[in-house]
């Protein structure tokens, strides 16, 4: 029995060490990457905890009671507990469909066929590649008004859109191509951005993508319009430069207060992580995000409805 004891408090020490790593996320590139991982943290953390319980270890329990605290801390805010209730929009809302096709490889009828069961007004598409372009042409048909900028590899990037565009451009977000529309929708003109931000595979694309949201900060900052900004950002909430960005660029994560499902990687979900998001500014209200299913790409599409800020009886966070 006492060994079995020490190996609890062994095995306590160990998930309290990860779960402090991320402490140091603004020290290091690695330490960084520790951060995206906190809810499998705490998955582990309740278990051993309850283990350690059940074996009335009160070190053990005490020092994975602390842990559990460090990983809650990034991840209580996005829980499904503080929704309040939304009434029925005065005008018709606006949907928004983020998804990332993946340059290697997807399955174009099945995406087509949750972009026609979702019904989205907006669609912004990451990786597309001139290949996907022609494999997406039905979109053209669905969606009148959209702007492309294919590219082989994985930072091509589409938006698609039912509502009239009165200007659009592919932009620069650091060294990345974007795409700034800006729509006629049935309240009055927005903007959206679509974007997909660098890897951070290394600590010099680590840094890149830093430097890239800080960028994408400054400019959604700028915007006095209704705002949306969608793509892959390779960055989950419980990263403090997600935080930071949030908090430069006054948006909103439209996960907060409704989610903890993942978007990547659709192959190996115990490991699954946030990193496609859609945010706004205080022009819109959310009223909903929905994960998509799966289309065969290594990333889940998301689905966010939103409301004009004003047109809606009550705020939801």
Same mark, same amino acid.
């Given at each position: 029995m006492r060994r079995v004891d020490r190996l609890l408090m062994l095995v306590a020490a160990l998930v309290a060490l990860v779960s402090f790593l991320p402490l140091g996320a603004r020290l290091s590139?690695?330490?960084? /990457?520790?951060?995206h991982f906190r809810v499998q943290?705490? @998955?582990v953390t309740a278990a051993v905890l309850t283990l350690a319980l059940m074996r009335r270890r009160w070190l053990a329990t005490g020092v994975l009671v602390a842990a559990g605290a460090v990983s809650a801390a990034p991840v209580l805010p996005y829980l499904p507990l503080a929704t309040g209730s939304v009434a029925e929009a005065a005008a018709p809302s606006v949907k928004v469909l983020s998804v990332n096709v993946s340059f290697r490889q997807f399955s174009a009828r099945r995406l /087509?066929?949750?972009?026609?069961?979702?019904?989205?007004? @907006?669609?912004v598409v990451q990786e597309l590649t001139p290949h996907a372009e022609r494999e997406l042409a039905a979109l053209d048909e669905l969606f009148p008004q959209n702007r492309r900028f294919p590219a082989d590899g994985p930072y091509g990037i589409g938006l698609w859109s039912r509502f009239p565009v009165e200007s659009s451009a592919t932009i620069a977000i650091g060294r990345r191509p974007a795409i700034e529309a800006r729509l006629l929708g049935p309240?009055?003109?927005?903007t959206v951005i679509g974007v997909h931000l660098s890897a951070p595979t290394t600590a010099r694309r680590g840094a890149a993508r830093n430097n890239e949201l800080r960028e994408l900060a400054a400019r959604s900052a700028a915007h006095l319009d209704p705002l949306v900004v969608a793509g892959d950002f390779n960055i989950t909430p419980y990263s403090p430069y997600f935080t930071d960005w949030l908090?430069?660029?006054?948006l909103t994560d439209s996960r907060r207060g409704r989610t903890l499902s993942i978007s990547w990687p659709t192959t190996l979900p115990v490991i699954g992580i946030p990193i496609d998001h859609v945010a706004v500014n205080d022009g819109f209200t959310v009223l909903a995000h929905r994960r998509l299913p799966n289309f065969?790409?290594?990333?889940?599409?998301?689905?966010v409805e939103l409301a004009p800020r004003g047109a809606s009886g009550t705020e939801a966070p």
């Open positions: 590139w690695p330490l960084e /990457l520790t951060t943290y705490l @998955v /087509l066929e949750i972009v026609r069961e979702s019904s989205p007004d @907006v669609v309240a009055g003109p927005f908090a430069e660029s006054g065969e790409s290594d990333h889940y599409g998301v689905l």
